[in-house]
């Protein structure tokens, strides 16, 4: 099943829902394994130590620090792996409009983690982006 790569047809058929709840990432060494109580969202293994996106209760109860507490956005619209310009079209209208993300792609959509105080900000500029189909 391949996903869609036009970047005005990804647009036309995008609907961002954000999901409940507030994620945080998190950081371990390398060589620690991901305690079983937690359930991340996304786990990442750099050099430097595992990145862990997790919900915030989730970190404050394993008294993890963590960094960026944001809202996630999924685009919902299946978009191919390798699509040209439609993350950078979205986060390009999010940057001029001083919003930072951390956009993830996966096997079928790609989600956005923006600050929480300006999710709302966010969800309004995607849809806006949605009915003009501005690449």
Do not use: W
């Amino acid at each position: 099943m391949t996903g869609e790569r036009h970047p005005h047809a990804l647009l036309r058929h995008m609907k961002p829902e954000m999901r409940p709840g507030i994620f945080v990432f998190c950081t371990i060494p390398t060589d620690q394994s991901v305690p079983a109580a937690l359930n991340p969202l996304l786990t990442f293994r750099e050099q430097e130590g595992t990145t862990l996106v997790l919900l915030r209760e989730e970190a404050e109860a394993a008294e993890l620090g963590y960094a960026f507490a944001s809202c996630l956005i999924t685009l919902t619209v299946h978009s191919a792996l390798d699509a040209v310009g439609f993350l950078a079209a979205i986060t390009a209208r999010l940057a001029a409009a001083g919003i930072s993300v951390n956009a993830v792609s996966a096997f079928h959509h790609d989600h956005l983690f923006v600050p929480t105080d300006r999710a709302d900000d966010a969800m309004v500029l995607l849809q806006e982006m949605s009915r003009t189909r501005e690449v």
